[in-house]
């Protein structure tokens, strides 16, 4: 069973914040990793994606990577209210097209 | 550049009835894939197609479930007999053949009574 696992959250910073999102996955051979931000009632919408161990940077989002620890990362920096939303990891294996996600954590920016 | 596109994007149906929905992938995306969402869990993958064929089906896709993409191009998602238990946010989504990141249409809210 390949199984991804996060924080349930809900996970709350005040504006401005740096939010810190985690994410463990059970199968080693994992190659691509993704994280979706969900607004509520709507669908994922990709904003990360990594492949090699290390950070990622893509403006206030940074994705880090730990194979060895399989472990995947997501901090927002600077959190802005319209960052309230559910972000879902994802796992793709070799050979294997699908996304496998986790359940998600619910990040709420206070003003 | 258009997105994936579904429909309908809200569908209320009684136990028993059939009911289906079509996805549009991106333009020149290859591969489409159907996922089931419900309420606090992540998407679940229940099939996906590379041009018209269907490569692989998830256990999660009972006998009542029946996918098509008859010419590589937009797919339909048909539930038979549909149970309460069918209730969730059925979501589509495309990629190129050569590329993992996936994309995803607004998906249609089923809502069985």
């Known amino acids: 069973q390949k199984e991804v696992e996060q924080n349930s959250g809900p996970l709350s910073v005040p504006e401005g914040a740096i939010a810190s999102l985690n994410c463990t996955y059970s199968d080693r051979g994992s190659q691509s990793f993704f994280w979706y931000r969900q607004y509520s009632g709507k669908s994922p919408e990709l904003i990360m994606s990594?492949?090699?161990?290390g950070d990622k940077e893509d403006g206030r989002f940074t994705a880090q990577l730990n194979k060895a620890s399989q472990y995947v990362s997501l901090l927002i920096r600077d959190s802005q209210p319209s960052d309230s939303a559910t972000y879902l990891c994802a796992v793709n294996y070799p050979n294997d097209y699908k996304l496998s996600f986790g359940a998600g954590t619910t990040v709420t920016v206070r003003a | 550049d258009t997105g994936v596109s579904q429909d309908p994007r809200h569908k209320i149906t009684k136990r028993g009835q059939n009911v289906t929905f079509r996805c549009d992938p991106i333009?020149?995306?290859?591969?489409l894939y159907w996922y089931r969402q419900t309420l606090g869990q992540g998407p679940e993958f229940l099939t996906y197609?590379?041009?018209?064929?269907?490569?692989?089906k998830s256990r999660l896709l009972s006998d009542r479930f029946s996918a098509e993409r008859p010419k590589g191009s937009f797919s339909t998602l048909e539930i038979q007999r549909t149970e309460q238990g069918d209730s969730a946010m059925y979501l589509c989504?495309?990629?190129?053949?050569?590329?993992?990141?996936?994309?995803f249409g607004p998906g249609t809210r089923l809502t069985v009574t």
């Open positions: 989504a495309s990629s190129l053949e050569w590329e993992v990141e996936q994309y």
């Open positions: 197609f590379q041009n018209e064929a269907q490569l692989e």
């Open positions: 333009s020149e995306h290859n591969r």
């Open positions: 990594i492949y090699s161990n």
